[in-house]
C-alpha cells in the first residue's frame, strides 16, 4: 500500500470529511481534516474566525496548516472547498500527496447544504445563485485532481472503496 497523502477536495457540502473517516477505516491512514486543525491552531470555530477576523485571516491559517503537512505520510486529508484559491495552495498540495476531487452536481449539494448550519459561507437563508456561481468558477480548480470521483447517490463507503481502487490502479 502506497505511503502518500490522499487529499480531499471538492465543493462545500461534497462529504470531504465524511469520506475521509471511511478511508481511514479500509486503508491504513491516519485522518486530518484541516478545518478542525485551524480550528485548533485559531482557538475558535471557523465561523468565528471568519466573524472576528475576516476570510482572508482565515485563507492564511489554511495556507499554514497545509504548509505544517509537507513530509508527513499515510494522512488523508479532508480540506475545505476553497483550498484551492490561493495559488500557493495550489502549488503545495500537488507536492503533498494525490488529490481526489469529489464531485458533486449543484442540486445534490444544495441539498447538503440546506441542512448546513455552521458553514460562514452559507447563511441561514443561502444565496443559492452565489453558490452557484462560485462553485462554477472553482470547478476548473478542482478537475486539476489527479483523480476524480463522482459522487452523487453513492454512500461515504461506495465512495472510499472507489477511491482505494482506483489509487491502487496506478
Ligand atoms: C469553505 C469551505 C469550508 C471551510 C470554510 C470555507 C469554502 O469547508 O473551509 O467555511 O471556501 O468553500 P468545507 O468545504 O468542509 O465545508
Not at 481534516?33 to 485563507?59: K, N, P, T, V
Request: glycine content about 8%.
Amino acid at each position: 500500500m502506497s505511503e502518500k497523502n490522499i487529499i480531499l477536495i471538492g465543493f462545500m457540502g461534497a462529504g470531504k470529511s465524511t469520506v475521509a473517516v471511511e478511508l481511514v477505516r479500509y486503508g491504513h491512514f491516519c485522518l486530518l481534516d484541516l478545518d478542525a486543525e485551524i480550528e485548533r491552531m485559531a482557538g475558535i470555530s471557523i465561523q468565528e474566525i471568519f466573524r472576528q477576523r475576516g476570510e482572508s485571516a482565515f485563507r492564511e491559517l489554511e495556507s499554514q496548516s497545509l504548509q505544517e503537512l509537507v513530509g508527513q505520510k499515510r494522512l488523508v486529508v479532508a480540506t475545505g472547498g476553497g483550498i484551492l484559491g490561493l495559488s500557493q495552495n495550489r502549488d503545495l498540495i500537488k507536492s503533498i500527496g494525490r488529490t481526489v476531487y469529489l464531485r458533486a452536481t449543484f442540486p445534490a449539494l444544495q441539498k447538503r447544504l440546506s441542512r448546513s448550519i455552521h458553514r460562514p459561507l452559507v447563511k441561514e437563508q443561502p444565496d443559492w445563485m452565489a453558490l452557484e456561481s462560485l462553485l462554477l468558477s472553482r470547478i476548473p480548480l478542482y478537475e486539476t485532481a489527479d483523480l476524480i470521483i463522482d459522487t452523487d447517490n453513492k454512500t461515504p463507503k461506495e465512495i472510499a472503496t472507489e477511491i482505494l481502487h482506483k489509487l491502487a490502479e496506478g
